[in-house]
């Protein structure tokens, strides 16, 4: 089970033990952009989805806090996203980045998503103290120091959209953890890239961004 810390605005750390982690994909609140993410996974042999928005239930100890990210070759990539992370008195939203697995990706999307954790940030906002604003927050990934991704949240589906999914399925409660899918990237980019930064910024207030950022590290050659 992973063991998570997020510094809250007030200063206070909440800790969560993760008993549940989720990733949505294909979330785009606009049929444009989630034709935009199919497209661009199609490039890469990514079959299309039967039905959208998409959920992934993936193993609890995948979420992680991590400033390196193991990898087995150079096709693996990030996604800027938000995380719903649900307390035992609150909901929190933070940044994360979905690292996957390109290769396996094009064999089977849920099984990309076991290859490679979910990166967390250790600052959260409570989700109450920014709701009214959501879709202004801006979502912001590098890789290898190039912005691949710049969007804000009113491209997803919002936080109460999952929420209610959540509910329904029995899985608002303590240690869930959810990754909203991801904003388009940036034509052209190269998403192969060996460091990934992504903020999550808040364009009204004066605090700090949530932000995280990590290497990859490539895995020794297998014997056998």
Not at 70 to 80: C, D, L, N
Not at 138 to 156: F, K, N, P, R, S
Request: proline share 8%.
């Amino acid at each position: 089970m992973a063991e998570l810390v997020f510094e809250l605005p007030d200063g206070s750390r909440v800790p969560v033990a993760v008993k549940h982690l989720l990733n949505g994909g294909y979330a785009g609140r606009s049929q444009e952009d989630v034709a935009a993410h199919v497209a661009e996974l199609a490039e890469l042999g990514v079959s299309a989805p039967s039905v959208t928005p998409c959920l992934y239930p993936v193993a609890p100890y995948l979420a992680q806090q991590a400033t390196t990210v193991p990898v087995q070759h150079g096709k693996t990539s990030g996604e800027a996203e938000w995380a719903l992370v649900v307390t035992d008195d609150d909901v929190l939203l933070t940044v994360a980045c979905d690292h996957t697995d390109r290769d396996l990706e094009v064999h089977g999307v849920a099984w990309s998503k076991q290859a490679a954790p979910d990166v967390l940030g250790t600052r959260a906002w409570r989700l109450s103290e920014v709701e009214p604003r959501l879709d202004e927050l801006v979502l912001t990934a590098w890789a290898d120091d190039e912005v691949i991704q710049h969007g804000t949240l009113a491209e997803l589906l919002p936080p109460s959209y999952w929420l209610a999914e959540l509910r329904e399925r029995g899985l608002l409660a303590p240690g869930t953890v959810l990754l909203s899918g991801t904003i388009p990237m940036r034509a052209g980019v190269n998403q192969f890239a060996s460091s990934w930064r992504v903020e999550m910024s808040d364009p009204t207030s004066p605090a700090s961004p949530l932000t995280l950022a990590y290497t990859t590290s490539r895995l020794p050659e297998p014997v056998g």
